[in-house]
């Protein structure tokens, strides 16, 4: 790739990474992997569980990766946490010219930048969760003690932008999706033939996938009591469900308690993120139920893996939807809309095939690292020019 910038030497700062499987984690790592392919040096600095003092030191494809001991004792892990990585980004900004530093988590690395003296730029990915508590509590001096004064404020959703723009303008806010790699979430009917083998799952039966943390915010129930209908209407269908949390039993009983056959609801736990894809090709559609949700990544790898979408009209889930063009946005809270929505798609098999193909039209042309490591570089470029 011809650079057009002055490559960047990039902090990558996020308490959550790697092995955790969450947004937050996944952002960090392929953003960083995406920025590194574009010429940018990138360092991850994170954390790991050990009552050591060594930093662990590795690199992950080109990207080089620091890890702070913390303690796994959890009153002294925040202490721990922010003394030390304190001082390995002091060390780092004294070794060498770090243009950037790039920060993830508010209840973590919040606390560690309220001292740190940064030398370039200073950038924070808006990630929500947090953020979104004490704005719906009113605690906005909390929000600015913890976010000083970043250069660029960055919102993977058109609602956190407008949150944050509430508090902090538009001079340094800016909407910046997330994506997925089209390169490794792709259509694969090979792959999806296979899973359903596994699995035993009728030729004929259509499959409709969630992969989601089971917990109350993620909404699950309202997708649960959407199947005796489905199925009554359309009884060759499998359901497949992904994850695991504290509603899992609740969830399993509450399938037992309608009388569904559970050969045609499946749960499979919690997958390797590195086997997701593989699921999302046995699935003909994908059902994401929450109540609140940020920019959801999972959606994007569905959608690239050319699935119909059938989500919740929610955060940032209508900035990456276009309902009736690449899925379906229904009312949270509503088991009736779900179930409409799955029985429109099974009654108009065209319809899925078609939603697929422009979802991942969507993912190439807009919703891909690549495309959006760009677009950070030029507002890197911008403040830094």
Aim: with cysteine; proline share 4%.
């Amino acid at each position: 790739m011809k650079l057009y910038f002055k490559p960047k030497n990039i902090l990558m700062i996020s308490h959550d990474y790697y092995p955790n499987i969450g947004g937050v984690a996944v952002y960090v790592e392929e953003m960083s992997k995406a920025l590194s392919e574009m010429g940018h040096k990138v360092t991850i600095l994170s954390q790991y569980r050990s009552e050591g003092w060594r930093i662990q030191k590795t690199y992950n494809n080109n990207v080089r990766v620091f890890r702070v001991p913390i303690s796994r004792l959890r009153k002294l892990d925040d202490l721990q946490y922010i003394y030390r990585m304190r001082k390995l980004i002091d060390k780092l900004q004294k070794a060498e010219k770090i243009d950037v530093i790039h920060w993830h988590t508010l209840n973590k690395d919040a606390k560690v930048m309220m001292n740190i003296h940064v030398n370039g730029l200073e950038v924070y990915t808006n990630h929500l969760s947090w953020f979104r508590m004490l704005y719906n509590q009113g605690e906005y001096s909390k929000i600015y003690n913890l976010i000083k004064n970043p250069d660029y404020i960055i919102c993977p959703s058109r609602e956190t932008e407008e949150m944050s723009i509430k508090l902090f303008g538009d001079k340094k806010t800016r909407y910046l999706p997330n994506g997925v790699n089209p390169d490794e979430f792709y259509a694969n009917a090979q792959q999806g033939v296979r899973m359903r083998k596994i699995l035993g799952i009728p030729k004929q039966n259509k499959v409709i996938l969630t992969t989601n943390r089971m917990e109350p915010i993620k909404g699950m129930e309202y997708f649960i009591d959407a199947i005796p209908n489905i199925l009554k209407y359309h009884p060759n269908t499998t359901i497949l469900i992904l994850g695991d949390g504290s509603q899992k039993k609740e969830l399993m009983d509450r399938v037992d308690s309608q009388n569904i056959d559970r050969s045609k609801v499946i749960f499979l736990g919690k997958i390797p993120n590195t086997e997701i894809k593989n699921w999302m090709n046995a699935a003909d559609i994908y059902v994401q139920p929450s109540l609140m949700e940020g920019c959801s990544i999972a959606i994007i790898e569905a959608m690239s893996c050319s699935r119909a979408i059938i989500a919740s009209n929610v955060g940032g889930n209508p900035d990456i939807i276009c309902d009736g063009v690449t899925g379906m946005l229904v009312e949270p809270m509503s088991s009736a809309e779900i179930q409409e929505a799955v029985t429109y798609l099974l009654n108009n098999p065209q319809k899925i095939q078609e939603y697929g193909i422009k979802a991942r039209i969507t993912v190439e042309n807009e919703l891909n690292w690549g495309s959006l490591a760009n677009q950070l570089t030029i507002l890197y470029e911008k403040k830094l020019s």
